[in-house]
């Protein structure tokens, strides 16, 4: 922030540098603008990471990811600043639907999954959002997060590959640590030093800077083809796709909702505690929007969405939390995603600068399970939480599957059931027996007196 603070546009007063811009508030246009291309950076690397891991259109992900920002802004009274990127929690699903029916099954998927949401929305806007609590408390949300990012972790080995569905080819990139390691191993470093290097903005973009790096790298080792920029047009709608349905395919969809829901509630409570502002009457518009926002994607084409932690971290930087600056990220990113030989030079990115991207990015999304158990303080003393967070865990990373007729459910899916069913079940016939206060292990026992070996 500037020493001499923020000039309100309109009124012409000034604030003293560290106050909070509000979300009705206006700053003068220039630093509007300039708030807003950070926004942009902000969100660029991991809302590109979604479509080149899964086989999507760069450009056609960024044209609902922009459209999807309006849309949020729309239905939350441009109340509620938010930018709305490619969600991670999508990538598995869509990998494995892909794999199995094609890219169009698996928009049918994001599609059916932004409906859920939107459901859930409007649910929440008219009952209130006590029951998200009841029936997701933190030591669920967390289990559902952190099995989200261990599945994905074999595909950070993983290398690209390509399959012939309805005589079109479709290209599946699960990154490629194997494809190239030694580029994957300096895009993986570059973002480890970026990010304890560097302060500000900058040291919470470094995905962005690893990739960037790595693409660098893998350039000067020739292992980028730029002859699809050459061949693309400066300008052009980017490519659209029309979603179909397998019900064979929706189980793999279904758990994504409740890491959506988990998001952005968290986005909310994470925006109202740095505004000062009780924004919880939002919270069903919020996700209503990012419902609607998701289907529209799966219409067209695009990644499912969701709220984005990397603009939290601009706002979090600059204390600027006008949703004027929304509005221009959303701009911007529409004229990008309005130019096909942008899109191709995105498309350029190899499977080694993925791998090494994803290697972080996995793991911190596993993580992030494990910091929502801490920031609320769950008690894994407690062998409802132990019990339920280990179950899921196992049957997450190990991938079990199960199928009932056309329906296939895998880890993410049944890891997600397990978590909800093991909790409550649990939980229920605790209370009824009075076994509730009961220690995980011998090794704690009340009174806090550790028993040793």
Known sequence: ?????????????????????????????????????QHVVAMFGATFLVPLLTGLSPAT?????????????????????????????FIAPIAAATASGGQSVALGGVLVTGLLLAVVGLVVHLAGSHWIDVVMPPVVTGTIVALIGLNLAPTAWGTCTQSVVGG?????????????????????????????????????LSILVGVVIGYVVAALRDEVSFDAVRDADWFGFPHFVTPTFDAGVLG?????????????????????????????????????????????????????????????????????????AY???????????LSPKFGALIATIPPGVLGGATTVLYGMIGILGARIWVQN??????????????????????????????????????????????????RALARWRGTSQEPASPASVPGGTELED
């Open 327 to 337: 509005w221009v990220a959303a701009a911007t990113a529409l004229v990008l995603s």
């Open 61 to 89: 992900t960024l044209f609902f990811s922009a459209v999807g920002t309006v849309l949020f802004l729309v239905v939350t009274g441009n109340k509620l600043p938010s930018y709305l990127g490619s969600s991670f929690a």
């Open 252 to 324: 793999l969809f279904v758990p994504v909702v409740f890491v959506l829901i988990a998001e952005n509630v968290g986005h909310v409570k994470s925006v109202a505690a740095m505004t000062g502002r009780d924004l919880d009457g939002l919270t069903g518009r919020a996700l209503l929007a990012d419902g609607l926002a998701t289907t529209l994607a799966g219409l067209g084409g695009g990644s499912g969405t969701t709220t984005y932690a990397e603009n939290i971290g601009v706002m979090a930087a600059t204390k600027v939390y006008s949703t004027a």
């Open 168 to 204: 079109e080819v479709v290209s599946s990139c699960t990154s490629g640590f194997r494809a190239a390691p030694v580029t994957a191993l300096i895009t993986l470093f570059a973002i480890i030093l970026t990010t304890v290097l560097f302060r500000g903005i900058l040291g919470r």
């Open 377 to 426: 303080k769950v008690d894994f003393s407690d062998p409802v939480n132990l019990t339920t967070a280990a179950v899921a865990l196992v049957i997450g990373i190990a991938n079990f599957s199960w199928a009932a007729g056309d329906l296939r459910f895998e880890g993410i899916a049944l890891g997600t059931a397990a978590a909800i069913g093991v909790y409550h079940l649990m």
């Open 1 to 37: 922030m500037s020493s001499i603070g923020w000039r309100l546009h309109g009124d012409g007063r000034t604030l003293a540098p560290g106050a909070v811009v509000a979300p009705d508030e206006r700053l003068s246009w220039p630093r509007t603008i300039g708030i807003g291309m």
